[in-house]
């Protein structure tokens, strides 16, 4: 068990999430361009289709957890684990994602905004995600569920997720390994999650980009565009462990 001073209060790993309400939606976007977006990290993204990457924009609000409650969003994108040599040559979707899974692909996280200065700066001291202060605007009561995020006072990007069909799945995961990166240091951040109230759908997400830098960089993805993949989860649980310099 590691310890952490955050803004004068003590924050022990592992770090739990007891229940939080959480959206994804999944893009296959541009390789080239994901590659020149995360070209600071080293990692190198994984072609789930030739020239194509999986980026995922998620946001979730925690109501329960170690940290305050906050709401958060997310940029990730899929990447080949730093140790797992060259890509293989070009195949379909499925073989990919099986050399993937036996490689042990990883999600590198390139932006993380919470509306909380303290749940950014704890993200940024324990587990040196890129954690800054946006305004972010959720409703997640609707059926659809809709988040608004503004940096700086610009709007980054408008998303809107229609939750789809029941998934028969309740339970524990573990999810691919988590990257951050911060001053050039890079972490793998150990993490497991429990869900409940799970929905899926291909597509079902709408996204509207500002005039954000952020939002810059999503659309030199190719954003918007539809959704391979969209997913809600009403009662989400998480622990994250102490992070690993690599």
């Not at 541009?30 to 030739?50: H, K, Q």
């Not at 140790?83 to 996280?109: H, I, M, Q």
């Not at 997400?205 to 391979?228: C, D, Q, T, Y």
Request: glycine share 8%; net charge positive; aromatic share 6%.
């Amino acid at each position: 068990m590691a310890r952490h001073l955050i803004q004068g209060r003590e924050i022990s790993t592992p770090v739990r999430v007891r229940d939080a309400v959480a959206c994804a939606a999944s893009y296959l976007v541009r390789a080239d361009a994901a590659r020149a977006v995360i070209a600071y990290s080293g990692f190198d993204v994984a072609e789930v289709l030739p020239g194509r990457a999986l980026c995922t924009l998620a946001f979730a609000e925690h109501a329960d957890g170690d940290l305050e409650a906050c709401r958060e969003f997310a940029v990730s994108f899929l990447t080949r684990p730093p140790d797992a040599g060259p890509p293989p040559r070009a195949r379909g979707l499925r073989a990919n994602l099986a050399e993937l899974r036996r490689a042990g692909a990883g999600s590198f996280v390139h932006w993380l905004p919470s509306d909380r200065e303290f749940a950014a700066e704890a993200g940024r001291a324990i587990w040196g995600f890129p954690r800054e202060v946006a305004d972010i605007d959720l409703r997640m009561a609707s059926p659809y569920k809709r988040c608004v995020v503004r940096r700086d006072g610009r709007l980054v990007l408008d998303l809107l997720v229609k939750p789809g069909a029941a998934v028969p799945f309740v339970g524990r995961v573990t999810p691919p390994r988590a990257y951050g990166q911060l001053d050039g240091v890079t972490r793998r951040v150990p993490w497991s999650a429990t869900l409940r109230g799970v929905r899926a759908r291909l597509g079902g997400a709408l996204i509207r980009l500002g005039n954000h830098p952020i939002a810059k960089e999503l659309s030199e993805l190719g954003l918007p565009r539809r959704a391979v993949l969209t997913g809600t989860v009403s009662h989400l649980a998480m622990t994250l462990g102490e992070a690993k310099q690599l």
